[in-house]
DNA sequence: CTCCACGCTAAGCGCTCGCTTACAATCCAG
DNA sequence: CTGGATTGTAAGCGAGCGCTTAGCGTGGAG
């Protein structure tokens, strides 16, 4: 299976997700205000006309990308919070995952967490939901867990801030040519994670 | 005082400055590519013209913008990890000013951590430079903590980029309505980056 | 066999971009 | 008083941008 049809299983037809892994390419690589339409269609193998039969516009291919970017790690997020029991081994697997999927996707984080100040009001608007209860999530786990006496920090907002800044910041500089895996990575950011947390890292 | 003349002291004549402060503004929220020469000329209160009468092209303004801010951001860490005699002091120096200067000037922060992609290849190597030298300071320092039981981490790489990491993300979202103040956040920080490290945190 | 919906292209429109040119105002050295 | 350096403006050039239009090929329903 090709990488944009595992990406984007329900998108059809397979052209219009050729356009979107083009897209992520060149909006991860440049920019997206450094990005034409012409490279774009170029990147997937058509003309530059192509792109207007499947996306209205240039912005309206980017908030695809960038909404089912968003939608994917906030399922990973959710999944990983239910999976555990107590809230460390919660936070442990929520950034095991969030790491690990900045790294593994580490061009589609790309746009997710840097694009989207490109996108119109209405379509910010939409992945800026996703985004809080992305935050949410993890800073009411994050409160249970000091309320539980499971986790010690100073100031709970802060600390959570700190949690999702070492995943995002995963797609800034991770590439395919990183020594350690994505799952390795995960793994050793959940330890560090946790550690910050003032966890007992055995959980 | 203006701001543009206590960022950039060495820069002559005063309309210089005041179209770096504009640039900054305007690559900060909108980006390098979204931002045009007018945009930059009009917010300093000039004819679009006047921009090239103080720098060769956009490019420049970016570069000059980049690399001073980069400057200032090394000379931080440097002063950081010679003032202070442990490898936890140091390394809790380190991060409680590199986490202050990116969030009291967060506009410029976010122009040097994430626009540096649009800057010219020579241009670019220059501020790259500039990058690993900060880079260095804190791996070495952390290898030097680890090599004297000060720190206990997995990898030494992997835990260095976390801390940058987390400095470098305060650009992206801190704003002017954050709750917390640069210094107090530098020192919240301080203590996350320490225990993350497996340090002592009394040190 | 017909015909139309779908997927795609060739050509190009109108606009804005970075930047240049020609020129004006100010100021100070000789 | 003169002349050049400095600092600015008004006007606009050529290029590349996002996007539109008109039309072509193809495959499946009737």
Redesign the pocket.
Known sequence: MSLAAELWPDV?????RRLMLAGVESFAQRGY?A?????I?TNA??????????F????ALLFAISRSGHQQALALVEQAAASAESPPAAMRAIVEQFVAWHARRHLVARVVQYELGALPEEEYAVVAGLRRDIERIVRDLLAAGVESGHFHVGDVGTAARAVLSLGIDVARWYSDRSRQSPAALGREYGELALRMLGADTTA
């Open positions: 059809q037809p397979e052209t219009a205000h990005t034409t339409t012409r490279d269609a193998g058509m003309s530059p006309a192509a792109l207007y039969v499947h209205p516009s240039k912005a």
